[in-house]
């Protein structure tokens, strides 16, 4: 295989797995913090009906990504293109990345929720992107040594 069809394969195994991650992380987002502990809505800037609203639509991205993902692993799977470490590494990415962005663009930034409604929420921000962020040194980690392995060989 050359290795500009290396690269596309890489890419696309990459591709996937992020998108896989960040409809994984926000499905078990929107099932555990919004029905489950019921902490919040997607968002909490209007009524409750509102809220649930905007959590059907956030139910229904989460499963357009998981769905994409899912549709490019096939075809990875079918060209036997599929590289298992860099598709986990962007999982975790993915799904790092979502968390991140939810906690400092969704919480902090724009405001239409916070992770719990407290009065030390400082706690409850500081594990959510602490974990984010090892999520994604985590997954870069993976992506990396599978592409320098590669090189080596």
Not at 61 to 84: M, N, P, Y
Not at 127 to 137: E, G, P, R, S, T
Request: net charge positive.
């Amino acid at each position: 295989m050359n290795t500009k069809k290396e690269h596309s394969y890489s890419s696309r195994n990459i591709l996937s797995g992020i998108l896989f991650g960040i409809g994984f992380a926000a499905f078990v987002d929107e099932v555990v913090f919004h029905q489950l502990l019921r902490w919040h809505h997607f968002y909490d800037r209007s009524t409750t009906e509102i809220g649930l609203i905007s959590d059907g639509l956030f139910h229904a991205f989460s499963w357009f990504a998981t769905i994409g993902g899912l549709f490019l692993l096939a075809d990875l799977r079918r060209r036997h293109a599929f590289i298992k470490k860099i598709w986990w590494g962007s999982i975790l990415l993915g799904a790092g990345g979502f968390q991140l962005y939810d906690g400092t663009i969704q919480h902090k930034w724009m405001k239409i929720h916070q992770i719990r409604y407290v009065d030390n929420v400082f706690v409850y921000d500081l594990v959510w992107n602490i974990a984010a962020i090892m999520m994604m040194i985590a997954g870069l980690t993976f992506i990396l040594s599978s592409k320098r392995r590669k090189a080596a060989s």
